[in-house]
């Protein structure tokens, strides 16, 4: 069975830009979560989309933003990038909303 | 609000040394509790979870016990191998308040040397 999977696995942008970041979950999950893991800062909850509605978002200014596909694939968005969204964002899926299963993660460098 | 805190590393033992990663956490209700594992360069990988007082989880040699009147979670291990060398993080899942996010601590690096 194929695990979470997410791309790009890195990508570099300037401050300013944008990015769009992608999520698969495992097969007939219905739950996606998206996290940033900052270095010094852990890991920190960024959102939550469930049967293509968003459920919950953490402590994150609205730039960051996302949706949820009737495929149940996912995507973060991240406007007007700062240095400090330096990061490894990490998408999980669940089917109960017990268990996560996380995926690889996508590494962003902001310069 | 919820919290976990981890011990604080880097910890550094032999390989087939005895391993004990402390994990408690504050809560209101009754979390789950899991340990999560992140080799260098990868996302996270579950590693055991429990579900309510007294349950034991294990996976691959670890195991930890979810203890109520302690708040605890610890991780333990028998003998530590070359390849648990990573980064350990211990996580709560607020079930009850549903508001699908885990809570994780610090994480913990291991680094076992042969």
């Known amino acids: 069975e194929a695990g979470v999977t997410q791309s790009p696995t890195h990508l570099i942008k300037t401050r300013g830009q944008q990015v769009t970041l992608r999520c698969s979950p495992i097969s007939g999950h219905t739950s996606v979560y998206w996290y940033q893991q900052a270095l010094g800062l852990g890991l920190q909850f960024l959102l939550w989309y469930d049967e293509g509605e968003e459920r919950n978002r953490g402590n994150f200014p609205p730039r960051f933003s996302g949706r949820q596909f009737p495929n149940y694939s996912s995507e973060l968005n991240v406007n007007a990038l700062e240095l400090e969204d330096s990061a490894l964002y990490l998408c999980?899926?669940?089917?109960?909303?017990?268990?996560?299963?996380f995926g690889p993660g996508t590494r962003l460098t902001v310069l | 609000g919820d919290s976990v805190t981890q011990m604080e590393g880097p910890v550094t033992l032999s390989e087939e040394a005895f391993l004990t990663i402390n994990c408690t956490y504050t809560?209101?209700?009754?979390?789950?509790l899991f340990w999560y594992v992140q080799y260098p360069g990868e996302g996270l990988q579950l590693l055991l979870k429990a579900t309510k007082a007294d349950d034991k989880g294990s996976n691959k040699g670890f195991e930890a016990t979810y203890r109520k009147e302690t708040t605890s979670f610890h991780l333990e291990k028998g003998s530590v191998q070359v390849s648990d060398s990573a980064v350990y993080f211990c996580a709560l899942s607020e079930v009850q308040s549903n508001t699908g996010k885990l809570i994780f601590g610090q994480g913990t690096t291991l680094q076992v040397k042969p």
């Open positions: 809560a209101t209700g009754y979390p789950s």
């Open positions: 999980a899926s669940s089917l109960s909303g017990f268990e996560q299963f």
